[in-house]
């Protein structure tokens, strides 16, 4: 602010003060003429015209100032809850895809402890898997909408790790929704360790973008 003052006093001054006045004086032959006081006089009114430009322009870039301010404030809140929208909706997709894992994981054990077949899926047992799989299905519109706008927002890596489900997911759904036979006890264990290890990885980069952008 100090810099804005300076500024404008020495361009101001030089220019309205010692320019214009020397001119004007010259333009009607009266310098030799001109009393002190009438020069104070002059001078004086320069001086707070020179006053008012000042103000001016202190005042326009006080404004000017803040107003970039406030817009990076609310650029920066509205990033900030685009954020935490999207990992919410993120979280509803992989709920949905855990409860569905969770059911065919509750069926196989089921079925081991009584002695069926993997292949052997009664109806019912296949009405409970559609139901949960209805469920993913629909929570499916709420991730597109996260990662595209974490794609917006160019926060690449939650992209990326958020990739690595459409794997899993495929996986299980060609077994449990599409095939004549359920995973195996064991490779539901190991489908819930990958799908924990993904939204972990998930979670930890929207940490690190959401620490990064409110920092």
């Known amino acids: 602010?100090?810099?804005?003052?300076?500024?404008?006093?020495?361009?101001?001054?030089?220019?309205?003060?010692?320019?214009?006045i020397n001119n004007m004086l010259k333009n009607h032959n009266v310098?030799?003429?001109?009393?002190?006081?009438i020069l104070d006089v002059v001078d004086t009114a320069v001086k707070i015209g020179l006053?008012?430009?000042i103000t001016g322009i202190i005042t326009f870039a006080v404004n000017s100032k803040n107003h970039k301010h406030e817009k990076n404030k609310y650029l920066l809140e509205h990033k900030i809850q685009t954020i935490e929208t999207c990992a919410e909706k993120m979280d509803e997709y992989f709920d949905a895809l855990q409860r569905l894992l969770s059911k065919i994981s509750a069926i196989v054990r089921r079925m081991n402890d009584a002695g069926i077949a993997l292949n052997e899926i009664s109806n019912s047992r296949k009405k409970q898997i559609k139901e949960r799989d209805k469920i993913l299905v629909e929570s499916w519109s709420t991730k597109n909408y996260a990662v595209s706008r974490f794609r917006m927002l160019r926060a690449k890596n939650i992209v990326q790790a958020m990739h690595a489900s459409k794997k899993l997911q495929k996986a299980i759904r060609?077994?449990?929704?599409?095939g004549n036979e359920?995973?195996?006890?064991?490779e539901c264990k190991r489908m819930r360790s990958e799908l924990n290890k993904i939204r972990g990885n998930v979670h930890e980069e929207i940490a690190l973008f959401y620490a990064n952008e409110s920092a």
């Open 1 to 20: 602010m100090q810099q804005i003052v300076e500024l404008s006093q020495n361009f101001c001054f030089n220019i309205i003060h010692e320019n214009n």
């Open 31 to 37: 310098g030799r003429y001109m009393t002190k006081e």
């Open 51 to 53: 006053g008012a430009i």
């Open 174 to 178: 060609d077994k449990a929704i599409f």
């Open 182 to 186: 359920l995973p195996s006890y064991e």
